[in-house]
């Protein structure tokens, strides 16, 4: 595969060598058998054993670029984290072409995958061509990776008839199988929204493994801190195959919440009395894990205990795309939790400044069709007192009253008006308008949260549970369900469709069927949900 980075088709010869040894090879078509390997030329570091258990992914997709991932493992549960790696660099091979069988590669190029990140490797790949499909691989040693399909953005002011886009959440490995993942993976979406807590930081054993058919070392049973805890906990997560299978489908535009550090966790504020240094060295390793583990571009990679993931994205004239974080920078709990307590105080800030001012910014300049936000927690004021008292979550956007204001003045002021929140976190499917007053039903209603269910959070679930009460005596909330699954959203210039996705248990076995329990559409220029189904 030498030399690198030249825009030309691979001889038949290296089509061959490409193909290389792994079975994995075969898993996603790439046709190539292979008894037909060719000896691999040779490659700084040494590969012990088949790498790429963990699969491939692709993420945040411009015009014409995306970035490629993957992560060296050949031994991904090894419990000193390190997956079955010597600490030493390995070259890492890529190529990105226009069809699955490799004949039109368009670039090829040379990663160094470290110890210092995991073995992990973020190529983003430059000059392709806008609107379209791509295929691509990695190569470590003779190992060669499973085929990744990934999608440019159209160009920014291009004309577009379609986004086709899923959100998912909340994926508790050990609470059940990844059904939705498996169906999802049938969709043949555009794009994947990851809204949050993609790992759990819990200790997993007897009493929270719901997850049938399998057996856990013990050395997952102990709350996660360490960097090679993390590692460890996304490479047990990222062994599922439907979960691979959906990143390997298309482009992933990830974000996270609370439980890839720690429950509900507020910038440096543990919830569990953590000294204010030393969860900021647990934030630090967490979030170097997270990057080691996702398709995100040099630009998130971690300093310290920062890491820079709230950003913007582009799908040619239908969407401007707002990627949150509302965990990094938030204002800690309040201690006054009750109605017009201190969770009002004006200073309160769940993005913080900085992004704040930069979401104002975005929204003054978006002049796409619709307007996305990409994010954690509840935006929806959402009265947990089915009686007359009235109790709000401070974990939520409820607990930073003035900064969901300031984000809805903004939307109003900057003439946002096909505004829709994508939302994780409550582990259950929910549909709301976004009113103006929401303490007043006949307000403005001037955007629609679509708060997706969770992968695997919660187990098997259930149409109706205790809290469907709690959230339908919201008067603005439309649709509740709490089952495992995910939704499906397609954006046109005239209509964005909302359909909620369901399967009716997880714990079992990964076989369970999919239906679709609710479809809404909001029409542009006419905010506000319309069931259909
Ligand atoms: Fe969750």
Redesign the pocket.
Known sequence: MSPHSENRPPSRREFLTLAGVSATALALGSGIPAHAAQPAPPSRGRVPAAPFTLGVASGDPEPTSVVLWTRLAPDPLAADGHGGMPGEHVDVHYEIAEDEHFTTVVHRGRAVATPDLAHSVHPEIHGLRPGREYFYRFRAGEHLSPVGRTRTAPGRHDRTAALRFASV??Q?WYHGHFTAYRHLATEDPDLVFFL??YI?EYAIGESNLWRQGVTLDPVHNADVRTLEQYRLRYALFKTDPHLQRAHALAPWVSTW???EVQNNYADAHSQYGIAVPDFERQRAVAYRAYYENMPLRRSSLPHGPDMRLYRRLRWGDLADIHVLDTRQYRDDFPDDTSAGGEHTDPDRSILGRAQERWLAQGLRQANATWTLLAQQVVMAQIDRDTGPGRTFSMDQWDGFTANRDRVFDAVRRHGVDNLAVLT????RHVAADLKADFTDPASATIGTELIVG?VG?DGDGAPTDDYTDLWLSNPHVRFYDGRRGYLLGTLTPTELTAEYKVVDYIEADDRAPVSTTARFVTEAGNPGLKREA
Not at 424 to 427: A, P, R, S, V, Y
């Open positions: 959440s909340c508790a949050g807590d759990y919440d609370d439980h994780g976190d409550i582990h969770s959070s």
